[in-house]
């Protein structure tokens, strides 16, 4: 396994909650996920994108060296009143991610801690996905010939460069981290897809619930719409205040319930060149894990 790696925690007789690990890809809706999770009775944890930020800190040290001081003052701004659980992007990493969600839970009256993250923040470090305590994986995936194109517009507004961006993914992360799981953990881990989610809701979250073993109310389909609910999150503050900022969680941080999306999709032709090879990359393994999707 490539990376350094992460050790095994060995749990005591505390209680152990069920980890749900939500796995997406870009522009998935998996963001807007994680805010209709923290309105679910028995929810006790969300974890926002861990080790985005534990691979962040390791990659890019020097550069978020060089801007601390001016995110600082941002986060200061923005997020004075109401940080909760929200820490430093400096302490997370991969060890203590996996540290603190293997770490034995107390007089617990709620039964389950979600964690959203991308499948390729974890990619060459399975190793540091919790192990030795209750775990569901959980797969959030989109056709790519939306959410690509979707996704290079995104990146163009954000100034990061897209044939970096490419070079940085030229396997599928989200298919090798699914037939990971499928080997070693779970032979069935729910599979959802994002359009299929927002166009029926209520009956793919119905049937996600019941694989996880949790209580479905109609009632969890609309929720807040303030932002009052980041602190009950565990997540950098940085990363917050930046998605804010630059707007890539806009949307996500003011939805109050899954909105249909119109299901059309370009035509490979119609794409760009370099929106073309990346497509070429994900769309075998949508197309393979779609077979497993819950509708």
Not at 117 to 145: E, N, S, T
Not at 207 to 213: I, T, V
């Amino acid at each position: 396994m490539a990376g350094s790696s992460c050790r095994d925690y060995q749990p005591g007789r505390d209680y152990q909650p069920m980890r749900i690990m939500l796995w997406g890809q870009p522009r998935t809706v998996s963001t807007a996920f994680t805010k209709f999770m923290t309105f679910v009775d028995d929810v006790e944890e969300i974890w926002f994108e861990p080790y985005v930020f534990s691979h962040i800190n390791e990659k890019m040290a020097s550069i978020l060296e060089e801007r601390e001081a001016a995110m600082a003052a941002m986060v200061e701004a923005s997020y004075e009143d109401q940080r909760g659980k929200l820490r430093p992007l400096s302490s997370f990493s991969f060890t203590s991610t996996k540290n603190e969600l293997e770490a034995p839970r107390k007089d617990y009256r709620r039964k389950f801690i979600f964690v959203k993250d991308m499948a390729w923040a974890i990619h060459g470090r399975y190793d540091c996905i919790p192990q030795k305590v209750p775990v569901k994986h959980v797969f959030l995936i989109r056709d790519p010939q939306r959410f690509i194109p979707s996704y290079l517009v995104h990146m163009e507004r954000s100034g990061v460069p897209v044939k970096s961006w490419l070079l940085a993914h030229k396997e599928d992360q989200m298919l090798a981290l699914w037939r990971y799981i499928r080997e070693n953990v779970d032979l069935n881990p729910p599979v959802i897809d994002s359009d299929q989610l927002l166009q029926n809701p209520g009956t793919v979250l119905a049937k996600l619930f019941a694989e996880l073993g949790m209580p479905w109310k109609d009632s969890y389909l609309e929720w807040s719409g303030g932002d009052e609910f980041l602190s009950r999150w565990i997540a950098p503050l940085e990363g917050v205040a930046m998605g804010s900022k630059v707007g890539t969680h806009t949307r996500a941080f003011s939805s109050t319930n899954f909105i249909k999306v119109d299901m059309s999709a370009p035509q490979r032709q119609e794409l760009s060149g370099i929106a073309q090879d990346a497509v070429d990359i994900f769309l075998p393994g949508y197309r393979e894990m779609m077979q497993h999707a819950l509708h």
